[in-house]
């Protein structure tokens, strides 16, 4: 049955974060010494085969996109949770940002922090994620400077990063028909509000789906 709400069904908030559901991805770069760099987002989305990426000013990844353009967005399934949070207060910035220093610390190898191990990608020098069952071979393409908006100024400002996906690796398993994502399969680990959840039961599909 339909609802229909009243104006005084509504609350006018400030949230600090818009994450209505996001999904995870874990990016892998290279490191100025060659090593790798791995962080997790909650901000991307693509058009095809074209991904932005939205990254903070001060972060390890940033950086090292602007010297290094190749990288690999690792999707991880659910059960993955944990190994991804113990990602999230590591910082690859040595020292620290200042303003990261009472949350964060540094770690230089975030590989083997989260219980993650390298794989060789086949275009790109940044390595692949082997625990994440989806990975997108990438190069960027483009990056622009966030401004304007005082809530991620007051965070040192941020970039929307253009990449193009180069290569697509999925696990055997969640393959049907050649080149289809099984969905009923494959579950995105989701970031809903600084929370970690999955997917719950499929509601039903829209008039485009081939699978």
Not at 82 to 110: I, S, W, Y
Request: aromatic share 10%; glycine share 6%; proline share 7%.
């Amino acid at each position: 049955m339909s609802h229909s709400f009243e104006h005084s069904d509504f609350e006018t908030i400030a949230p600090k974060i818009l994450y209505f559901g996001n999904p995870v991805a874990l990016i892998s770069s290279l490191n100025e010494d060659g090593t790798p760099n791995l962080a997790p987002i909650s901000s991307f989305w693509a058009l095809g085969w074209t991904m932005t990426l939205g990254l903070l000013s001060d972060t390890k990844t940033l950086q090292n996109l602007k010297a290094q353009p190749e990288c690999v967005v690792n999707l991880p399934s659910p059960d993955m949770w944990r190994q991804v949070e113990a990602l999230a207060p590591l910082t690859g910035r040595n020292p620290v940002p200042e303003d990261k220093r009472e949350k964060f610390r540094f770690e230089r190898d975030k590989f083997a922090a989260a219980s993650f191990t390298t794989m060789p990608s086949e275009v790109v020098s940044a390595p692949r994620v082997r625990e994440c069952p989806v990975q997108l071979e990438a190069v960027t393409r483009s990056i622009h400077e966030l401004s304007g908006e005082s809530r991620i100024q007051k965070l040192g400002g941020a970039a929307s990063v253009e990449i193009e996906i180069l290569r697509v690796h999925v696990r055997r398993d969640f393959v049907v028909n050649g080149h289809y994502i099984d969905p009923a399969k494959w579950q995105p680990l989701i970031y809903n509000f600084r929370h970690y959840f999955g997917l719950g039961e499929e509601l039903g599909s829209t008039f485009r789906a081939e699978v």
